[in-house]
């Protein structure tokens, strides 16, 4: 089993940033991959990014256009996602997920994929 607890939620206006952290505990961070997913009110779970276990391959949503960064520092046990040019559209529940697959350079794109996952932190982006 794992703990990851989420944290840097918060209200922001539209163009401001955020910085969330995604804290592990229970395993050792270096041998599983990591994401972030989000969920809006009434819409499905998706994925922004995600990251491989020793951090040297990502993946994005295209729809992010370039605006986060994902990054984990194994050495902390913490996954971060830089937020930046936030817009009202992503305001949602973020989630951090670990994928326990024992593959070097595995980024998982479903959520299906993933094997433990947090319990979230509300971004709210005002116009």
């Known amino acids: 089993q794992v703990e990851l ?8 206006q539209a163009g401001g940033s955020l910085r969330l952290s995604c804290a592990a505990s229970g395993r050792t961070f ?11 009110p009434e819409k499905e779970r998706e994925l922004i990014a ?18 986060f960064t994902c990054s984990r520092d ?6 971060y996602l830089q937020m930046n040019s936030l817009e009202p559209e992503d305001t949602a529940v973020y989630y951090c997920a670990a994928d326990f697959t024992p593959i070097d350079r595995r980024v998982a794109k479903s959520a299906a994929e993933y094997d433990f996952w947090g319990q979230g932190t509300q971004v709210t982006v005002s116009s």
């Open 30 to 40: 270096s041998n599983y991959a990591m994401g972030w997913f989000r969920q809006a």
């Open 50 to 67: 995600a990251i491989s276990r020793a951090g040297d391959r990502t993946y994005y949503a295209d729809s992010l256009k370039g605006r």
């Open 5 to 12: 607890v989420e944290s840097g939620g918060g209200l922001v």
């Open 74 to 79: 194994n050495a902390k046990n913490t996954l």
